[in-house]
T-cell receptor, first 111, second 113 residues
Framework: TQLLEQSPQFLSIQEGENLTVYCNSS?????LQWYRQEPGEGPVLLVT?????EVKKLKRLTFQFGDARKDSSLHITAAQPGDTGLYLC???????????FGAGTTVTVRA | SQTIHQWPATLVQPVGSPLSLECTVEGTSNPNLYWYRQAAGRGLQLLFYSVGIGQISSEVPQNLSASRPQDRQFILSSKKLLLSDSGFYLCAWSPDRARNTIYFGEGSWLTVV
């Protein structure tokens, strides 16, 4: 059973458009991470959010942690083909060594 | 800076043969170490994690085992591979004090034939 639900499962957009990926759970997390993974490679950490309501920006990427620390979103402005990949969210419980991963959103940005 | 390496990158093994995937972390001490398996293009399943030498926790009953013979070395093994063991295996580490953030290796593709 996935504790983290990601939506949509697949997303295909044209270069220059905006997109938002969602990560939802019924559990409260002490922190939440977003990763991007390209085929045949390991996931690369994009950001960690720890405070409810927190917003972090990484160039054209905006990450938000929900006020109740149960959900998060990733917004990409003016997407580029280089943004193509599998986006994974992962939540951590306090005093736990493990992360719970969502199933991922596959994003394809067409040139 | 810290780095993580795992090998081999790809492996094709017959059913019933043994398996050994190795992972090492450099530039840190006493890391938490993890083995994950990923279905094609989807989320990650935690197989094993370790908080210290010789300390292994198993998350899923299966045909695999893990060992940590040294502080920064983590090994995934099997005595007899099954077809269902095929997949993409990822080693990962996290700093002991900030265990909520995990950094992944390059991954190993295992095909059991």
């Amino acid at each position: 059973t996935q504790l983290l639900e990601q939506s949509p499962q697949f997303l295909s957009i044209q270069e220059g458009e905006n997109l938002t990926v969602y990560c939802n759970s019924s559990s409260v997390f002490s922190s939440l991470q977003w990763y991007r993974q390209e085929p045949g490679e390991g996931p690369v950490l994009l950001v960690t959010v720890v405070t409810g309501g927190e917003v972090k920006k990484l160039k054209r990427l905006t990450f938000q942690f929900g006020d109740a620390r149960k959900d998060s979103s990733l917004h990409i402005t003016a997407a580029q083909p280089g943004d193509t990949g599998l986006y994974l969210c992962a939540g951590a419980y306090r005093n736990d060594y493990k992360l719970s991963f969502g199933a991922g959103t596959t994003v394809t940005v067409r040139a | 800076s810290q780095t993580i390496h795992q090998w081999p990158a790809t492996l094709v093994q017959p059913v019933g043969s043994p398996l050994s995937l190795e992972c090492t972390v450099e530039g840190t001490s006493n890391p938490n170490l993890y083995w994950y398996r990923q279905a094609a293009g989807r989320g990650l399943q935690l197989l094993f994690y370790s908080v210290g030498i010789g300390q292994i926790s198993s998350e899923v009953p299966q045909n695999l085992s893990a060992s940590r013979p040294q502080d920064r070395q983590f090994i995934l093994s099997s005595k007899k591979l099954l077809l269902s063991d095929s997949g993409f295996y990822l080693c990962a580490w996290s700093p002991d004090r900030a265990r909520n953030t995990i950094y992944f290796g390059e991954g190993s593709w295992l095909t059991v034939v």
